[in-house]
């Protein structure tokens, strides 16, 4: 390994991957996405880069662990019990696996994910 395998997300040339959740998971609004993930560990289990959301809700089921940066935005996270959480540019949280609700953008959303995903 060398300094050069560094991954600096300033730089990073990747290409978004643009994608809609499944027509059965949204509820409200057409919540297009956009994912540049900038590093995927050998193995598998770990990745991180930037995640872009428009307008809309959608249920999530989480199997990974996800430790989440809001960069711009508002979005509202609901338990499966009707708990919510409003998250918005600044906050930084962690979903753990097993977290199942809803995530509803409000206003645009962009924020840095790390994710790792247990085997």
């Not at 643009?18 to 919540?31: F, I, N, Q, S, T």
């Not at 935005?73 to 499966?80: E, K």
């Not at 708990?83 to 977290?99: C, T």
Request: charged share 25%.
């Amino acid at each position: 390994m060398n300094i050069e395998q560094i991954v600096d997300f300033a730089q990073a040339g990747t290409a978004a991957e643009h994608y809609r959740p499944a027509a059965e998971k949204v509820l409200k609004g057409d919540p297009e996405q956009s994912v540049r993930n900038h590093y995927s560990s050998p193995c598998g289990q770990f990745s991180t880069g930037i995640w872009e959301g428009a307008v809309g809700q959608w249920t999530v089921n989480y199997t990974e662990h996800e430790y989440c940066e809001i960069l711009q935005g508002v979005s509202v996270l609901r338990d499966a019990d009707g708990n919510a959480k409003i998250v918005r540019a600044g906050d930084r949280f962690v979903i753990p696996a097993g977290f199942s609700g809803t995530w509803e953008v409000l206003e645009a959303c962009r924020k840095v994910y790390v994710i790792f995903e247990p085997k």
